[in-house]
Nanobody, 126 residues
């Protein structure tokens, strides 16, 4: 069983920055891909950034160059640094482990697959 807890969500103005943290019980990335997904109100979830067990990172085109995914194995933590935030980044952000398929899926995402945290809300508005 994998327990994931996200923190760091907040309300910020456009152009602002946030750091999200995912704490997990155990060491899932010894085998798992870890990723950040997000779901805006009324929309389907989408992949934002993923980091494979070998450290290779992948980003959605909409966040590439603005967001950075990283991990600290010693602290059992996954991070998402978000810079130059835009209103369209507003969503609930989820830490996800072992979602089947590519480390960062580009197609339809199913909530019942993989391990999900409870999410943390990010709101970008002026």
């Amino acid at each position: 069983q994998v327990h994931l807890t996200e923190t760091g969500g907040d309300s910020v103005q456009p152009g602002g920055s946030l750091n999200l943290t995912c704490a997990h019980g155990g060491n899932p990335w010894a085998r798992y891909c870890m990723a950040w997904f997000r779901q805006a109100q009324g929309k389907d979830p989408e992949g934002v950034a993923g980091i494979a067990s070998d450290g290779i990172t992948t980003y959605a085109p909409s966040v590439k160059g603005r967001f950075t995914i990283s991990r600290d194995k010693g602290k059992n933590s996954l991070y998402l640094r978000m810079n130059n935030l835009k209103p369209e980044d507003t969503a609930k952000y989820y830490c996800v482990a072992n979602y089947p398929g590519p480390c960062l899926p580009t197609g339809q995402i199913t909530r019942g697959l993989g391990y999900w945290g409870q999410g943390t809300q990010v709101t970008v508005s002026s």
